[in-house]
């Protein structure tokens, strides 16, 4: 199975800085590569897929980039509503994997 | 708009068995790959299973295979989660999720709100 890993595991920021999210895979996976936001009690939503390209609907601040085994989540001017966790994915094969997520809060 | 509702969590004891239903509406429910995502009270995400549009191949985690089953009824554009020897680590929050379709396998574009399952005795 394909293992997915994160950096950092959590993180504060304030409102308007720039975020940087890590994912690392254990192998090769191209653009297989989704990004999710959960914030609690909720369901995830997805953020973005193949990535680098964003979900319809989801604010131009979030941007994915990456290839291979290594991926990253930036958010530019992080806005209230964005204090969530993320968590990477790929679905280059099943099973799909998952990180274990990045909490964002608020400094 | 599309919409994935799920239903039939609750408390089941250790050994015992549990169906999950997800209703969808809003688009050609056969077109797509359907999933199960599970997550355990304050952990991550664990995919479950899936199955294909059309012929309904699927596939299993490690944790839940021999004792999940997935299944479809296009007619009724429902997704099903067969649940049996429930184990206490089995104990999450269901999502079923449907992929895009443009391939398979797809990235996921739509989550349900989830049904709880506990099992404890």
């Known amino acids: 199975d394909i293992q997915m890993t994160q950096s950092p595991s959590s993180l504060s920021a304030a409102v308007g800085d720039r975020v940087t999210i890590t994912c690392r895979a254990s192998q090769g996976i191209s653009n297989y590569v989704a990004w999710f936001q959960q914030k609690p009690g909720k369901a995830p939503k997805s953020l973005i897929y193949a990535a680098s390209s964003l979900q319809s609907g989801v604010p131009s601040r979030f941007s994915g980039s990456g290839s291979g085994t290594e991926f990253t989540l930036t958010i530019t001017s992080l806005q209230p509503e964005d204090f969530a966790t993320y968590y990477c994915q790929q679905y280059n094969s099943y099973p799909f994997t998952f990180g274990p997520g990045t909490k964002v809060d608020i400094k | 708009e599309a919409q994935l509702v799920e239903s039939g969590g609750g408390l089941v004891q250790p050994g015992g068995s549990l169906r999950l239903s997800c209703a969808a509406s809003?688009?050609?429910?056969?077109?797509?790959?359907m999933n199960w995502v599970r997550q355990a009270p304050g952990k991550g995400l664990e995919w479950v299973s899936v199955i294909s549009g059309g012929v309904g191949t699927t596939y299993y985690a490690d944790s839940v295979k021999g004792r999940f089953s997935i299944s479809r009824d296009n007619s009724k554009n429902t997704l099903y989660l067969q649940m049996d020897s429930l184990r206490a680590e089995d104990t999450a929050k269901y999502y079923c999720?449907?992929?895009?379709?443009?391939?398979?396998?797809?990235?996921?574009?739509?989550w349900g709100q989830g049904t709880m399952v506990t099992v404890s005795s």
């Open positions: 999720v449907k992929e895009d379709g443009s391939s398979w396998p797809d990235t996921f574009d739509l």
């Open positions: 809003g688009f050609t429910f056969s077109y797509y790959a």
